[in-house]
């Protein structure tokens, strides 16, 4: 088993930065792929972006393509999700999820998740 703690959320202007980490405890984060969701007040839950098991491969939804990247540090057994030109349509609870899939595999459905931290807070003003 892992456990997942998010954190690096806020409040930041339209345009600005943002950091979120995943720090995973339990299990090594690099035995798992693990994915960003989000989920703005109103809606379900969608997909932000993934990083394989071993961290070979990455892969982020259209909307945040360009402007969002998601990285690993084996050392600190922690998951990133760089944030970057925050639109205030990112504005939500912020989730990070581990699953057990094969290496190298991207898994975006969040039913492929079996383990999620509690989410961190962004807020995006404009």
């Known amino acids: 088993q892992v456990q997942l703690v998010e954190s690096g959320g806020g409040l930041v202007q339209a345009g600005g930065s943002l950091r979120l980490s995943c720090a995973a405890s339990g299990r090594s984060s690099s035995s798992y792929a693990v994915g960003w969701f989000r989920q703005a007040p109103g809606k379900e839950r969608e997909f932000v972006a993934a990083l394989s098991r071993g961290g070979g491969s990455t892969y982020c939804a259209d909307s945040v393509k360009g402007r969002f990247t998601i990285s690993r540090d084996n050392a600190k057994n922690t998951v990133y999700l760089q944030m970057n030109s925050l639109k205030p349509e990112d504005s939500a609870v912020y989730y990070c999820?581990?699953?057990?899939?094969?290496?190298?595999?991207?898994?975006?459905?969040?039913?492929?998740?079996?383990?999620w931290g509690q989410g961190t807070q962004v807020t995006v003003s404009s």
């Open positions: 999820a581990a699953s057990p899939a094969f290496p190298l595999r991207i898994v975006t459905r969040e039913d492929e998740y079996n383990y």
